[in-house]
């Protein structure tokens, strides 16, 4: 009888080493074990800060080595970690970048390596700020509310009378004018020189002397034309932004 119980029990307990090997791969792996496991094109590893884990952080590599510049960018998970995969065979520079982070050291390395990287926390604000993506910047635009159209102009709310709608000010912006040529966020769309801040009096009229001084300089007061004066063009509210 005893016998009987004994081998019982030993099925019992090979069956759950079984079912919990077969679900394994399957499973996150546990937080005492952050290993990761990569191929020979795949890179991998653990972001970790001052406090740990560094969740939600890009982690980037980048190639020169290749016919053409080359790079693959992915997000840390919830406990810091990444796998960046199906990289061409080449040397790759990779570093963490994030909010409230500056960009850390670059680690030269090749794919099929696990490669732990150190985030690297801002000294101010303002230098976390100069990582920030473009679309966080263009994510400030203020859009004019639906109320404000048809516009009123330069007496008025400023917005162009010809435009009757919300979605002819985005067209503007989007599709039609600003976009079609360059990106709209990015360091040289969201900055102003010192010196061409010394006689401006606001914030729109700045902007209307930045963009008299570059190539495209007829296009580009036709099409704030078609919008309207400074708080028509999202310039309204945002001193504090253009004076960085």
């Known amino acids: 009888m005893n016998a009987r119980r004994a081998v019982g029990a030993t099925i019992v307990i090979a069956a759950a080493l079984m079912a919990a090997a077969g679900r394994a791969p399957l499973d996150a792996q546990p937080a005492a074990d952050p290993a990761i496991r990569i191929g020979g094109a795949d890179l991998g590893g653990v972001v970790t800060g001052a406090n740990g884990p560094e969740a939600g952080v890009w982690v980037i590599a980048e190639t020169t080595d290749l016919p053409t510049k080359f790079a693959k960018i992915v997000v840390t998970d919830d406990r810091g970690r990444y796998v960046l995969p199906d990289l061409p065979k080449a040397n790759y520079s990779v570093w963490v970048r994030g909010y409230g982070l500056v960009d850390s050291a670059k680690v030269r390395t090749a794919p099929g390596k696990i490669v732990n990287l150190t985030a690297v926390v801002a000294p101010s604000a303002a230098a976390a700020a100069e990582y920030y993506p473009a679309i966080y910047w263009y994510s400030m635009l203020r859009v004019p509310e639906k109320s404000e159209f048809p516009g009123t102009g330069p007496d008025g709310n400023g917005v162009n009378p010809a435009l009757r709608s919300q979605e002819q000010w985005l067209d503007i912006v989007k599709t039609n004018g600003c976009y079609t040529c360059h990106a709209l966020g990015n360091k040289a769309t969201r900055t102003i020189s010192p010196m061409l801040r010394e006689t401006a009096k606001s914030s729109g009229d700045v902007w ?30 945002a001193e504090g932004l253009h004076a960085r």
């Not at 963009?211 to 580009?220: N, R, Y």
């Not at 078609?226 to 028509?232: I, V, W």
């Open 208 to 237: 209307q002397r930045r963009i008299q001084s570059g190539q495209a300089l007829t296009q580009m007061t036709t099409n704030l034309g078609r919008m309207g004066n400074g708080p028509a063009l999202g310039l309204g509210g």
